[in-house]
């Protein structure tokens, strides 16, 4: 059985993760697709993607999870190519750094524009082992962006890692199977049935250097 009820094999479900440099993208997934921690990532250079699957209605579905330079959300030519054939989008925020919020709209801008209006998109803050606002943060965004869902996570603890994942995963086959997003804007859950089987595979290496310590 496949996606589409005959012999052709089920769409690669596209999950693509953006925020600012040191945002602390490459631990979240790091974390999440091998379940451990490190204190030696790297900022990513360019873009890279990691691959797991996952079954729904018995049809189990390859997963691209990608991580893209925060510093290309100044080179439009390179986030068009990058946002192009989404079928979810987590943004990241860094609670550690004052100014985490800096830069949120414009990364939500942007998928709209480039992946289009419809795409399921969740805003992730990380490292909230070290800080966590006392203001409501998700109020704030909910009120000048809109977003699919808000997670609180912490790649060194293991905080809201998986649950944030895998609630986008269920949007993104929502998002597959009818094109459309069938759950609320201020909704992170969706009644889809869900097997994960991770097999984690890099199949992108990139050079990478130095950043601020991630978690």
Same mark, same amino acid.
């Given at each position: 059985?496949?996606?589409t009820?005959?012999?052709s094999?089920?769409?690669t479900?596209?999950?693509? #993760?953006?925020?600012?440099?040191?945002?602390?993208k490459?631990s979240?997934?790091?974390? %999440?697709?091998?379940?451990?921690?490190?204190?030696? #990532?790297?900022? !990513?250079?360019?873009?890279?993607f990691?691959?797991?699957?996952?079954?729904?209605?018995?049809?189990?579905?390859?997963?691209?999870?990608?991580?893209?330079?925060?510093?290309?959300r100044?080179?439009?030519?390179?986030?068009?190519?990058?946002?192009?054939?989404?079928?979810?989008?987590?943004?990241?925020?860094?609670a550690?750094?004052?100014? %985490?919020?800096?830069?949120?709209v414009?990364?939500?801008?942007? #998928?709209?524009?480039?992946?289009?209006?419809?795409?399921p998109?969740?805003?992730?803050?990380?490292?909230?082992?070290r800080?966590v606002?006392?203001?409501?943060?998700?109020?704030?965004?909910q009120?000048?962006?809109?977003?699919?869902?808000?997670?609180?996570?912490?790649?060194?603890?293991?905080?809201? #890692?998986?649950?944030?994942?895998r609630?986008?995963?269920?949007?993104?086959?929502?998002?597959?199977?009818?094109r459309k997003?069938?759950?609320?804007? !201020?909704?992170?859950? !969706?009644?889809?049935?869900?097997?994960?089987?991770?097999?984690?595979?890099?199949?992108?290496?990139?050079?990478? +250097?130095?950043?601020? +310590?991630?978690?």
């Amino acid at each position: 059985m496949t996606a589409t009820g005959d012999s052709s094999p089920p769409k690669t479900i596209q999950i693509k #993760v953006v925020g600012d440099a040191c945002a602390g993208k490459t631990s979240l997934i790091h974390r %999440y697709v091998t379940g451990e921690f490190s204190e030696l #990532v790297k900022a !990513t250079v360019g873009a890279e993607f990691h691959t797991s699957s996952a079954k729904m209605d018995g049809v189990e579905y390859p997963i691209q999870i990608w991580d893209i330079a925060g510093s290309y959300r100044t080179h439009q030519n390179v986030t068009t190519q990058f946002f192009r054939r989404s079928d979810a989008v987590m943004i990241c925020c860094n609670a550690s750094q004052e100014d %985490y919020f800096h830069n949120v709209v414009d990364w939500r801008n942007m #998928v709209t524009d480039f992946a289009g209006p419809d795409v399921p998109c969740v805003l992730t803050m990380t490292q909230i082992d070290r800080y966590v606002p006392e203001r409501n943060w998700q109020a704030e965004f909910q009120g000048i962006a809109p977003f699919d869902g808000f997670y609180q996570t912490s790649a060194k603890d293991d905080v809201g #890692v998986t649950e944030a994942f895998r609630e986008l995963i269920r949007m993104s086959f929502t998002f597959v199977t009818t094109r459309k997003p069938t759950f609320s804007r !201020t909704s992170a859950t !969706t009644s889809n049935t869900i097997t994960e089987s991770i097999d984690i595979k890099s199949l992108r290496e990139n050079n990478k +250097k130095p950043c601020c +310590k991630k978690q």
